[in-house]
C-alpha cells in the first residue's frame, strides 16, 4: 500500500491500537529525506541543533531565524513524515500574542505541521491560545533543556513521589489546554509509562523508557556524530563521526601527495583544440613544480 502522509490524527490513531510512534530528529534537507525514506512516522526540527549543528553550549542562543530556516530545509527533504518545529527559547515565554504569531510563523514560512514548546501547566494558556489559532501544539515535560539552569542542569526529574505528581498534573493541564502530544526527557520509566495511560494524546519518550506511546531521538547522537557526550539513554546505531574524520584526513593526504584529482577526475580536451589554442595564445608561463610533475 501507498504511504501517506502522516498526520496527527494517524499518530493518535497508533496510540489507541497500541503501535510505537517513530520519531527522529533532522535539521537539514539530507538528513530529512533519509529519515522519511526510512519510514519515521514524524520528524522534529528541535532547537538542538544549537548545539549538534551551530555548535553552542546549549539550546538558550538558537533564535527564530535560525529554526525557521533549517525547519525550510527539513520541509523541503520531507514527504511523508509529520513534522514539528521546536519554539526556541523566549520565543513563546514573555508574550502570548508573539507566541502565536511565532507558531504560526512555523506553519506559514516553513511548512511545520505542529509547534513544539516547553513547559508544565505555566503554559498551558500558552498552548491554549496557540491551538486557538489552529496551529498543533506539541507539550515537552520532564528535563526541559530551554530552563536546564532552573532545573539544577541535565537531571532526571519526577523522581519522588510528589514531583512525579506535579509531572502528571502538568501532562494533565497540557492535554486540557488541547496539546495534541506530549514529549516526556529523561522521567524515570514508571513514571512516564503511567502518565502515558492517563492521558489520550499521545506520549513520546526520550530517556523515559518503553512506557511511552513513542520514542524520539537526537539524529546526531544515534548516528554517532556527536562529539562532545553520550547521553546514557541513547543507542549509537552508527558511528560516523569517525569515519568522517577518516575520509576528510586520508582526501587532504591525496590532496596533498599529488594523488587526487588523478585522470579520472579531470575533463580532457581535444589535442587539435589545444594545439590550436596554444598557437594562438603563444608561449605561457612555466608551470608550478607539482604541476610539470603531474603532467
Excluded at 504511504?3 to 527522529?24: C, D, N, S, Y
Excluded at 492535554?175 to 506530549?182: I, N, Q, S, V
Excluded at 537526537?218 to 560516523?240: I, K, N, S
Aim: net charge negative; aromatic share 6%; proline share 5%.
Amino acid at each position: 500500500m501507498a504511504r501517506k502522509k502522516v498526520t496527527i490524527l494517524a499518530l493518535q490513531e497508533k496510540k489507541a491500537r497500541g503501535e510505537p510512534i517513530t520519531m527522529v530528529t533532522a535539521y537539514d534537507y539530507p538528513s530529512a529525506l533519509a529519515a522519511d525514506r526510512a519510514g519515521l512516522d514524524a520528524v522534529l526540527v528541535g532547537d538542538s541543533l544549537g548545539m549538534v549543528v551551530l555548535g553552542y553550549d546549549s539550546t538558550v542562543g538558537v533564535t527564530m531565524e535560525e529554526m525557521l530556516h533549517h525547519c525550510k530545509a527539513v520541509r523541503r527533504g520531507t514527504q511523508f513524515a509529520y513534522l514539528i518545529g521546536d519554539l526556541p527559547f523566549l520565543s513563546y515565554q514573555a508574550d502570548r500574542a508573539e507566541a502565536v504569531r511565532n507558531a504560526g510563523r512555523f506553519l506559514k514560512e516553513a511548512g511545520m505541521d505542529a509547534v513544539k514548546l516547553e513547559g508544565g501547566r505555566e503554559m498551558a494558556d500558552t498552548v491554549q491560545a496557540i491551538a486557538a489559532a489552529g496551529i498543533s501544539v506539541v507539550g515537552h515535560i520532564g528535563l526541559t533543556p530551554q530552563s536546564a539552569g532552573k532545573l539544577g542542569g541535565y537531571r532526571v526529574q519526577g523522581r519522588t513521589a510528589a514531583d512525579a505528581q506535579r509531572l502528571l498534573d502538568d501532562a494533565r493541564a497540557l492535554e486540557a489546554a488541547g496539546a495534541a502530544m506530549l514529549v516526556l526527557e529523561m522521567v524515570p520509566d514508571r513514571v512516564a509509562g503511567r502518565i502515558s495511560q492517563q492521558l489520550r494524546i499521545p506520549t513520546i519518550g526520550i530517556g523515559a523508557g518503553r512506557g511511552c506511546d513513542g520514542q524520539v531521538l537526537v539524529l546526531h547522537d544515534l548516528l554517532g556524530m556527536f562529539d562532545r557526550f553520550t547521553p546514557r539513554f541513547v543507542r549509537r546505531y552508527a558511528e560516523l563521526f569517525p569515519q568522517m574524520e577518516r575520509a576528510l584526513a586520508e582526501y587532504c593526504a591525496d590532496v596533498t601527495a599529488g594523488r587526487f584529482p588523478a585522470a579520472e577526475h579531470a575533463f580532457p580536451m581535444d589535442d587539435a583544440e589545444w594545439a590550436a589554442w596554444v598557437d594562438e595564445e603563444g608561449p605561457h608561463p612555466s608551470p608550478s613544480p607539482a604541476l610539470r610533475e603531474r603532467e
